[in-house]
């Protein structure tokens, strides 16, 4: 596996720090992949989105957790709150962007080809009620028994018009 392919190998390219995986693979880690492979092509979710679905953690944990992956999975599908991919990796996003037809918006001056965001109000991924269910039993696995859920926001069906 090329290394490039990796959200970790991403990381460690652009000279940022990656430890190696521990022993035992982290159970939280292991529910963001999880999460970050259901999100369908062209479409995507922000850090905290994906937090908020598993119900624990917050986008600094799932930055980190595909930051530190060793596994392929579509790391530009998981966009900072503003829509923008991970800092520094927004060249090395866009051709995946182009390839799956996601809807994305650039300034009218664009400073370069990084200079742009997507479109989180057409792009956003909405899981059904059974993906939802999927997604909420990953994050019970990282909780502790005594460990309330946290209050999730209502995860609604876009508008279809």
Same mark, same amino acid.
């Given at each position: 596996?090329?290394?490039?392919?990796?959200?970790?190998?991403? @990381?460690?390219?652009?000279?940022?720090?990656?430890?190696?995986?521990?022993?035992?693979?982290?159970?939280?880690?292991?529910?963001?992949?999880?999460?970050?492979?259901?999100?369908?092509?062209?479409?995507?979710?922000?850090?905290?989105?994906?937090?908020?679905?598993?119900?624990?953690?917050? &986008?600094?944990?799932?930055?980190?957790?595909?930051?530190?992956?060793?596994?392929?999975?579509?790391?530009?599908?998981?966009?900072?709150?503003?829509?923008? &991919?991970?800092?520094?990796?927004?060249?090395?996003?866009?051709?995946?962007?182009?390839?799956? @037809?996601?809807?994305?918006?650039?300034?009218?001056? &664009?400073?370069?080809?990084?200079?742009?965001?997507?479109?989180?109000? +057409?792009?956003?991924?909405?899981?059904?009620?059974?993906?939802?269910?999927?997604?909420?039993?990953?994050? @019970?696995? +990282?909780?502790?028994?005594?460990?309330?859920?946290?209050?999730?926001?209502?995860?609604?069906?876009?508008?279809?018009?």
């Amino acid at each position: 596996m090329d290394p490039q392919d990796t959200a970790g190998g991403e @990381a460690a390219e652009h000279g940022r720090i990656v430890d190696p995986p521990r022993g035992a693979p982290d159970v939280y880690a292991e529910a963001v992949l999880a999460v970050t492979g259901m999100i369908p092509p062209g479409h995507v979710l922000t850090y905290g989105d994906i937090a908020e679905l598993l119900g624990c953690g917050g &986008p600094r944990q799932v930055g980190r957790a595909l930051s530190h992956s060793t596994r392929s999975v579509p790391w530009w599908r998981v966009l900072r709150a503003g829509g923008h &991919p991970a800092s520094g990796l927004a060249d090395r996003a866009r051709p995946h962007y182009d390839d799956e @037809a996601t809807p994305l918006r650039a300034p009218e001056d &664009p400073a370069g080809p990084g200079d742009y965001r997507v479109d989180l109000g +057409r792009a956003r991924w909405w899981p059904t009620t059974a993906e939802q269910t999927v997604i909420a039993g990953l994050g @019970a696995s +990282r909780r502790s028994a005594n460990d309330e859920p946290r209050t999730r926001v209502s995860v609604r069906e876009p508008d279809v018009r």
